[in-house]
């Protein structure tokens, strides 16, 4: 009978050191407030005021947070207004936190959501053009709000353009690799590509045109009816922050005309915006942005 007591008690306070353990790897992973992925997108505004540019915001947060965000301003450019949702612009029902889960994925402790941003109209798109947007103010639908820093936001102005180049096919990877293949509609000279944000990548891109690296490129000749192939790839990365890194950018590929004049135009395949998350993951991500 003795050892039997002695074996009950064993038991019961295993059990309470292992609830013990629980209750503080709980609190440890546990977000004193919702975490913002980082965001490096190139974001075009139309000049004739009919294209809505949309884009995602993506956030950690404690899986039993059910507050959602439904609006998002810009305080470093209060002219841009954004109509935001986690529900998205297809879905015409509101959510009601009484009686319905909120959006996102959920992931052991945390649960990841989607805000779809559309930009409204613009009084002038000269006003957005070059414009550098930081950081964003999140209202949510409890009341509360925060100031949040995303990454950055490169706004510029897309107007017609007399393109030398015919598109003729484009193909993309779920592994970061695509590529986009144009017709020349004259002889051209290449100068250079450029992007504020191509540097920040450099350790994780491989970035070709004609398979020449985009720092020899600069004399390329291309004949009438030359194709222009682009290739990239964008690889994860090592380090934890860079793994959930949100990219979408789009550089200028600059070229000198037969008449001398300079023209650019903008391609797009160097982005990285659909993640697979997990838990493990998430983990390493938070810790190493310091916020457990």
């Known amino acids: 009978m003795e050892l039997n007591n002695r074996l009950f008690k064993g038991v019961i306070i295993l059990i309470g050191i292992l ?3 629980s209750l503080v790897a709980m609190l440890q992973m546990r977000l004193d407030k919702p975490v913002f992925l980082d965001h490096y997108y190139d974001l075009r505004v139309h000049e004739d005021g009919n294209y809505r540019q949309e884009f995602r915001l993506t956030y950690i947060t404690n899986v039993h947070d059910r507050r959602v965000v439904n609006h998002v301003e810009f305080p470093e450019h209060p002219y841009i207004r954004v109509s935001a949702t986690e529900q998205g612009f297809m879905n015409s029902f509101s959510w009601d936190s009484s009686n319905q889960q909120p959006p996102g994925e959920i992931h052991g402790r945390y649960s990841v959501r989607t805000i779809h ?3 409204g ?3 002038g798109v000269e006003e957005i053009d070059g414009a550098v947007v930081e950081t964003a103010r999140v209202f949510f639908n409890d009341g509360t709000e925060m100031d949040v820093h995303i990454g950055e936001l490169h706004f510029y ?6 393109r030398p180049f015919d598109s003729v096919s484009s193909s993309g990877s779920s592994d970061g690799s695509s590529s986009s293949r144009y017709r020349a509609k004259e002889d051209m000279t290449l ?3 450029k992007n504020q944000m191509l540097e920040r ?3 994780r891109l491989d970035l070709k045109i004609n398979d020449h690296v985009i720092d020899g490129i600069d004399g390329l000749e291309i004949k009438e009816n030359d194709h222009l192939i682009i290739r990239s790839k964008l690889y994860p990365g090592s ?3 860079d793994v959930y890194a949100m990219v979408d950018i789009h550089p200028e590929l600059y070229f000198k005309r037969a008449d001398g004049k300079i023209g650019s135009m903008r391609f797009y395949n160097i982005d990285s915006i659909y993640h697979g998350f997990n838990f493990m993951d998430l983990y390493r991500y938070l810790d190493a942005r310091e916020v457990l």
């Open 19 to 21: 609830a013990l353990a």
């Open 117 to 119: 941003c559309q930009i």
């Open 121 to 123: 109209e613009i009084p």
């Open 157 to 162: 102005s897309f107007g017609s353009e007399d």
């Open 191 to 193: 100068i250079s590509v």
């Open 201 to 203: 990548f450099e350790h």
């Open 239 to 241: 380090d934890p922050l």
